[in-house]
């Protein structure tokens, strides 16, 4: 099982939320205006047009060969924090990804029809009224407040407990409940190793740490 975060896709050029730098998006961008509901509330057109920018360096972005690595160990389980689709292009198959904080390239409605669809390209903000019942769209990603999508969390988790190896790459694991699933994996008895080249609170959970980045360490560490 692997556990990804956005230094994943950092090597790919999209931008890491808390990295130390200061490309890193929480430290040019208020979370609370731009990732929750209270900030769609306020300005939808302000959010839409920040996941359309968001969007273009997603449709821009190629998966590097850290996505590659992944897409190549057949038996692992990708839960992800990210919401770009480098996964999918890289060739890791739906079954074997699951989006903890939902989907980038996706619409959803905000006020709980059901419906989900892909953006339309060329309409980066994406749609402003659900196509099925007429109430307000919105990206379909998790933001701060909202709960996880409960059947993802459960199949993340039943993977946690019955794993014997979870590979963590590139999260910074202050974000909850997400960052949970690394303890549980250590409890159920997995041995876990984290790649990030900076450290984190992770490293205290893990049976190794490798302080280097994916695209360099995880070719030569997963099965061809
Ligand atoms: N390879 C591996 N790790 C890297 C690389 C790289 N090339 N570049 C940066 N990193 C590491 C950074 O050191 C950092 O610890 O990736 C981590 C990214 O941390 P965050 O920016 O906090 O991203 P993440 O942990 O995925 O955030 C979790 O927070 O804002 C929410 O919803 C958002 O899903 C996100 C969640």
Redesign the pocket.
């Known amino acids: 099982m692997v556990f990804c975060?956005?230094?994943?896709s950092?090597?790919s050029g999209i931008p890491?939320?808390?990295?130390?730098s200061d490309h890193?998006l929480?430290s040019r961008y208020d979370?609370e205006e731009l990732?929750s509901i209270e900030g769609f509330t306020r300005n939808p057109d302000r959010v839409r047009g920040w996941y359309a920018w968001r969007r273009g360096l997603v449709a821009e972005a190629m998966p590097n060969d850290a996505h590659h690595a992944l897409a190549g160990w057949h038996e692992a389980l990708l839960v992800t924090?990210?919401v770009d689709d480098l996964q999918e292009r890289a060739g890791a198959p739906d079954e074997r990804i699951l989006h903890l904080?939902g989907s980038i390239v996706h619409d959803r409605c905000h006020d709980g029809c059901g419906w989900v669809g892909p953006v339309e390209s060329e309409a980066g903000g994406g749609r402003s009224e659900c196509p099925r019942c007429g109430g307000v769209a919105r990206p379909a990603v998790v933001w701060f407040g909202e709960t996880l999508p409960q059947a993802v969390w459960t199949r993340a988790c039943r993977a946690c407990s019955e794993t014997d190896l979870l590979l963590v790459?590139?999260?910074?694991?202050?974000?909850q409940p997400?960052a949970m699933l690394v303890e549980m994996a250590a409890d159920g008895g997995a041995y876990v190793v984290n790649?990030?080249?900076?450290p984190?609170p992770l490293d205290a959970l893990a049976d190794a740490s490798i302080h280097a980045?994916?695209?360099g360490v995880l070719p030569a560490l997963l099965p061809d």
Request: glycine share 12%.
């Open positions: 975060g956005a230094g994943l950092a090597e890491t939320f808390r990295a130390a890193a929480w979370p990732a924090q990210n904080h790459v590139g999260t910074s694991g202050v974000v997400a790649v990030n080249p900076e984190t980045p994916a695209a």
